[in-house]
Structure formats: C-alpha cells, structure tokens
T-cell receptor, first 112, second 115 residues
C-alpha cells in the first residue's frame, strides 16, 4: 500500500534546540496531519494542513504542506523535556474516503 | 472529558478466545475509525463508519474481525478465535463529516496481548 517515509527513526536533541522532521511520499496527498504519541497512549493531533504550500503554527510547532503535495515538515522550536515522544505524519490520499495513511514515526529524545 | 474513550485499556487473552472492544467517539462526531498499531509502526487503517453504516474495510480486516456501530454512536470491534499475530494496540478515532477537514481524534487505545 501507500507509504509515508519518516527518517531518521530516532532523533536526540538538547533542551532549547530546534528540531525539524520531514515526511515524504511518492504519492500526492490532499491532507497532511502531524500527531504526537506518548507510550501506551493514542496519538494526539498537533497540526493539520489542507492546502499545498500552507504553513501553520501551533505554539512552538510549525508545519508546512509541501508545494508538490508529496511532503510535509514539522518544526519544533525551543524544545522542552515534555516534547519527548513519537511524532507521526499522516496523510489522506485523493479519493481515499477519509482514511489516513501513517508514517512509521520518529522518536524524539530531549536531553535536559 | 469529552474526548474519545475506549474500553478496556488492556486485554490479555489466550489464543482461540474471542475478544470485544468498545469505542465511544466524541459526541457530535458522525465518523468513527478503527486502526491497529504494532510496535515500531504507525497506525494502520482497519475500517470506518459514517453514522451506523460501515463504509470501508481494509484487507487487514480478516473474516475473524467484525465491527459494528448499531446506533451511530459507540462502536464495538470483535476478534474471534484470536491468534498471537492479533497482539497490537487497537485505536479508535472520530471526526465530524460536515467540515471540509479530516481531523481525526484518537482515543487512548486498547492494548491486546494474545498468549
């Protein structure tokens, strides 16, 4: 099936640093969403993007919907310890009738 | 709290037993989704409902799996004759159809372990 590519699998940063994560696909997506998941919990929606080129912020988070509609990035500025978790990108394919396709996630560690 | 809720949070069962999970969506949401997540992977779509109608099923949903949403509110996911490969986190999400946007909100999940 369709896949979203997230790499690297893990990222390690120092508290206060900025971090950027990419999500790419060989297919065009209509919608991109970014979720954060803590161990043993469900994913929590961070940001949703609906138009190519759209740049959206939510506090220290900024995400962009790539102009080609095949990629998106998420930026976290001034990281804090509670940013630790797994970050997933998810997309909706044209005509997919609302189901989401997820990447494998990036595990973020923040050193105090 | 008006978020998506799931019950139970954890279920341990023996191979061959049947299990049933429940999901209560956000109250005004008319779309409800089931996903499965295994270790180190993102959630994978299983099925979704619009009101009480089941509109799509993934090929991941074998004939041992059945989902219902009888009154367009809560949903149940039943797995018959469980196998060890069914061990996973089962996630439910909901969204509101009449917006232009597909913001799906997830519950905390049910962790299934099949011994």
């Amino acid at each position: 099936g369709q896949q979203l590519n997230q790499s690297p699998q893990s990222m390690f940063i120092q508290e206060g640093e900025d971090v950027s994560m990419n999500c790419t696909s060989s297919s065009i997506f209509n919608t991109w969403l970014w979720y954060k998941q803590d161990p043993g919990e469900g994913p929590v929606l961070l940001i949703a993007l609906y138009k190519a080129g759209e740049l959206t912020s939510n506090g220290r988070l900024t995400a962009q919907f790539g102009i080609t509609r095949k990629d998106s990035f998420l930026n976290i500025s001034a990281s804090i310890p509670s940013d630790v978790g797994i970050y997933f990108c998810a997309g909706q394919l044209p005509g997919a009738n609302s189901k989401l396709t997820f990447g494998k996630g990036i595990t973020l560690s923040v050193r105090p | 709290d008006t978020g998506v809720s799931q019950d139970p949070r954890h279920k341990i069962t023996k191979r061959g037993q049947n299990v049933t999970f429940r999901c209560d969506p956000i109250s005004e949401h008319n779309r409800l989704y089931w996903y499965r997540q295994t270790l180190g992977q993102g959630p994978e779509f299983l099925t979704y409902f619009q009101n009480e109608a089941q509109l799509e099923k993934s090929r991941l949903l074998s004939n041992r799996f059945s989902a219902e949403r009888p009154k367009g509110s809560f949903s149940t996911l039943e797995i018959q004759r469980t196998e060890q490969g069914d061990s996973a986190m089962y996630l439910c999400a909901s969204s509101f159809l009449l917006t232009l946007y597909n913001e799906q909100f997830f519950g905390p999940g049910t962790r299934l372990t099949v011994l």
